[in-house]
């Protein structure tokens, strides 16, 4: 993997973490958007730093750390852009991160997957 992007992931996921929106603004794209597919809903990053900053103000800031099972790095042919799927243990919800290199990584999109119902065979 590349020793830059993983160093600038530390620092985003740290930023997410510690409600650092300042520190988020600049790893990400200024196009960056989060996607949640249950839901069908879209945040764009300024309405987030504006819930961060309030939550952060109020105090109420607390995201719970995922449990990671596992994440897979996927790179284009040219080596400037990455998908990182991250799949958590217990329920098995997949995130997907978009990641390019236009001279510095930024992250794209931030998509938490539709989690895939399992139907059962019937007899």
């Known amino acids: 993997m590349d020793n830059q ?3 600038i992931r530390d620092i985003w996921v740290n930023a997410f973490f ?15 958007k989060v996607v949640y597919e249950q839901d069908g809903r879209i945040e764009s990053n ?9 939550a952060v103000k109020n105090g109420v800031w607390k995201p719970q750390k995922p449990d990671v ?11 400037n852009e990455c998908q990182v799927l ?7 919800q997949q995130i ?3 990641w390019v290199n236009d001279g510095v990584w930024k992250i794209k ?15």
């Open 86 to 92: 991250i799949v958590l243990e217990g329920d098995h």
């Open 18 to 32: 510690t409600g650092n929106y300042e520190t988020l603004a600049q790893y990400e794209d200024e196009h960056f």
């Open 69 to 79: 099972e596992s994440e897979e790095f996927e790179f284009n042919h040219d080596q």
């Open 96 to 98: 997907r991160e978009l």
């Open 109 to 123: 999109e931030l998509r938490f997957l539709k989690i895939k119902k399992t139907v059962p065979h019937s007899v």
């Open 46 to 54: 300024y309405t987030r730093y504006d819930r961060i900053a309030h």
């Open 5 to 7: 992007l993983e160093q």
